[in-house]
C-alpha cells in the first residue's frame, strides 16, 4: 500500500536524527532535501554535553575530532566576567555543514533512503508531492526548518510568537583564546563566540536591530575586538530570524513536526539541536507505538526547561537593567552561575530549580 513507512521532508540535524531514529526502530525511511550535503545555515555551533549525550541515545557518535570540546560557558558584559564548568561533561563546537553531513552519512549506513537537491511541493492525505513524482507514506514528518510549509499544509500553522529578534554568524581564523563559551552581553545585543577547531571560532550576532551587523557591534566589546585583531573572516556573514514560537499542536493526522518547524526556542540558549534530538527520539517512540498523541505531550515537556531559560535570556537582552543585576549577583557569587548552568543543561531537580531561581532574585534585589 505504501512506498516508504516514513517520509521526512527536510534534511538539517532534526529530519536526519528523526530518519536515523525512526530506521533504527525498523521502519522503512525515507528522507528528502531541496539542497544536498554539506548544507550550511547561521548558526552558532555549539552542542551542549546534553546535546551530545541526546545524539548517543540514537546511535548517533559525534566524535571530538569533528570539532572543539569546550568545558562550559561564560557570561561577560562591561563589568563582569564569569565562567563555569559543565557538570555533564564537556561541550562540542562543530561547524554546521561538518555536523549535517556526519549525521547524512549516518543516515545512509542506518539505511535510510536519502532523496537530495529535492524539494517537496505539497502533501495531501499520506501522498507527498516531489515536483511531478508522488510518494504513498504511513506518516509524514516536517523539518523543514522554522520556515516550515508542512506546518501550514497540515493546518498547524497556529502559534503564539513572544519574540522576534534577528541573528548574523561568521567564523574568523584564529586560535580559540577560551575554553568556554562565551557570551558577551552588549546593550541590545549578543556576541557569542564558539570554539570550532585549534584555528577557527564562530562567532554569533542576536539583535533586536536587524540594520546591526557583527563588525558594527564589535567595538562595543572591546576584549572580544581585541581577540579579533588582525583575524581573517573566514566565511560569509549569514543571517537568520531568531523567533520563539510556541504551536498550539505539533501533530495532526498522520503529519508530526520536528526541530524547527515545530516551534523555535532563541538560540542564545544553544539548545536548539539537543531539542531537535529528543524530539527525534520521542517521535520514534511514539510511532512505534503508533500514537502521536504520546508524541504531542513529549513534545511539550521537552521544551519546557529551554524555553524557560530563554524567556530569562531574553529578559536579561530587553533591559540592561535586569543584565546588570545578573551579571553582578553572577560575578559575587558564581556558585549561583554554575547552579543556573547546570539547570540549563538539564543537571537539577525541580527542587534545586527553584532554589536556584529563588537565590537568583534574593541576589539581584539586594544591594
Ligand atoms: C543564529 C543561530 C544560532 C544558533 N546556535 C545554536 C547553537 O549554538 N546550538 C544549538 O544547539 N542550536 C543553535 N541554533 C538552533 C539550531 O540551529 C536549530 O535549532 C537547528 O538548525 C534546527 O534544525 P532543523 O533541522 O529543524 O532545521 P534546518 O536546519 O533549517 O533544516 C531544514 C531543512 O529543510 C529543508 N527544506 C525546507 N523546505 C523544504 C522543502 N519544501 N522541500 C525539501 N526540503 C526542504 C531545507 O533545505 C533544510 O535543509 C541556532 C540557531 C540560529 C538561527
Not at 501550514?152 to 500553522?157: D, N, P, T
Not at 541573528?167 to 575554553?179: F, I, L
Amino acid at each position: 500500500m505504501f512506498d516508504t513507512d516514513i517520509f521526512v521532508l527536510g534534511g538539517g540535524p532534526a529530519g536526519l536524527a528523526a530518519a536515523i531514529a525512526a530506521r533504527r526502530s525498523g521502519f522503512r525511511v525515507t528522507l528528502a532535501d531541496a539542497s544536498e550535503p554539506p548544507i550550511d545555515k547561521a548558526c552558532g555551533e555549539g552542542l551542549m554535553p546534553d546535546a551530545l549525550h541526546a545524539a548517543a541515545a540514537l546511535g548517533i557518535d559525534i566524535p571530538e575530532t569533528a570539532g572543539y570540546a569546550f568545558k562550559g560557558i561564560g557570561f561577560q558584559n562591561q563589568l563582569h566576567h564569569v565562567t563555569a564548568d559543565f557538570p555533564n561533561g564537556t561541550g562540542l563546537g562543530v561547524r554546521r555543514m561538518a555536523l549535517q553531513r556526519l549525521l547524512a552519512e549516518n543516515a545512509a549506513r542506518t539505511g535510510v533512503e536519502l532523496i537530495w537537491r529535492t524539494p517537496v511541493t505539497g502533501i495531501e492525505r499520506g501522498i507527498v508531492s516531489l515536483g511531478t513524482k508522488r510518494m504513498r507514506s504511513r506518516w509524514i514528518v516536517g523539518a523543514d526548518g522554522s520556515q516550515s510549509s508542512v506546518r501550514r499544509w497540515a493546518g498547524l500553522g497556529d502559534y503564539k510568537r513572544n519574540s522576534l529578534r534577528f541573528s548574523y554568524r561568521r567564523h574568523y581564523g584564529v586560535e580559540p583564546w577560551s575554553e568556554y563559551v562565551e557570551i558577551f552581553w552588549g546593550e541590545g545585543f549578543e556576541l557569542y563566540v564558539t570554539p570550532v577547531s585549534a584555528k577557527e571560532v564562530c562567532v554569533v550576532l542576536m539583535t533586536r536591530n536587524h540594520h546591526r551587523r557583527v563588525s558594527d557591534a564589535l567595538p562595543d566589546c572591546p576584549q572580544l575586538q581585541a581577540h579579533l585583531r588582525g583575524a581573517p573572516a573566514v566565511s560569509t556573514e549569514r543571517g537568520a530570524y531568531a523567533a520563539m514560537r510556541r504551536l498550539h499542536r505539533v501533530t495532526r493526522g498522520c503529519v508530526a513536526l520536528v526541530g524547527d518547524a515545530s516551534g523555535d526556542i532563541d538560540p542564545i540558549t544553544g539548545e536548539g539541536l539537543c531539542l531537535a534530538f529528543r524530539q527525534a527520539g520521542a517521535l520514534a517512540k511514539a510511532l512505534k507505538a503508533e500514537d502521536l498523541c504520546l508524541y504531542e505531550s513529549a513534545h511539550r515537556r521537552l521544551s519546557r526547561r529551554p524555553r524557560w531559560m530563554a524567556d530569562f535570556m531574553l529578559l536579561m537582552d530587553r533591559s540592561t537593567f535586569v543584565q546588570r543585576r545578573v551579571m553582578r549577583a553572577f560575578a559575587a557569587h558564581p556558585r549561583l552561575f554554575a547552579s543556573m548552568l547546570a539547570m540549563h543543561v538539564g543537571q537539577s531537580s525541580p527542587i534545586q530549580f527553584a532554589a536556584t531561581t529563588a537565590a537568583l532574585g534574593w541576589r539581584m534585589a539586594a544591594r
